[in-house]
Nanobody, 122 residues
Framework: QVQLVEFGGGLVEAGGSLRLSCAASGSIASINVMGWYREAPGKQRELVASISERGVTKYGGFVEGRFTISRDNTKNTVSLQMNSLKPDDTAVYYC????????????????WGQGTQVTVSS
């Protein structure tokens, strides 16, 4: 199986920056897609950003150029640089790994980290 551990959440003032990181471990040969989702109180979990193994990125519409996702395939890590943060960005941010290929060629789907709180004060 696959474990995801997130780092980097915290409290920041509006307009500030935070960097989230996530490390995947376990029986991994490759990970097709890694990404970040967020869930605010009373709202559904939504995509923040994702990145494929080849570096193709996708962002939620609310990002508007403020966030940048990156990954290191050799270390199975994904990071999210968040700039110009707004109070509306306050949420629990979850790391996601999908379409994980194991060394014995199994294909595993959808793993989640435990979540890290991001709070943006006004």
């Amino acid at each position: 199986q696959v474990q995801l551990v997130e780092f980097g959440g915290g409290l920041v003032e509006a307009g500030g920056s935070l960097r989230l990181s996530c490390a995947a471990s376990g029986s991994i040969a490759s990970i097709n897609v890694m990404g970040w989702y967020r869930e605010a109180p009373g709202k559904q979990r939504e995509l923040v950003a994702s990145i494929s193994e080849r570096g193709v990125t996708k962002y939620g519409g609310f990002v508007e150029g403020r966030f940048t996702i990156s990954r290191d395939n050799t270390k199975n890590t994904v990071s999210l640089q968040m700039n110009s943060l707004k109070p509306d960005d306050t949420a629990v941010y979850y790391c996601n790994a999908d379409f994980v290929r194991t060394p014995d060629q199994q294909l595993l789907f959808e793993f989640w980290g435990q979540g890290t709180q991001v709070t943006v004060s006004s």
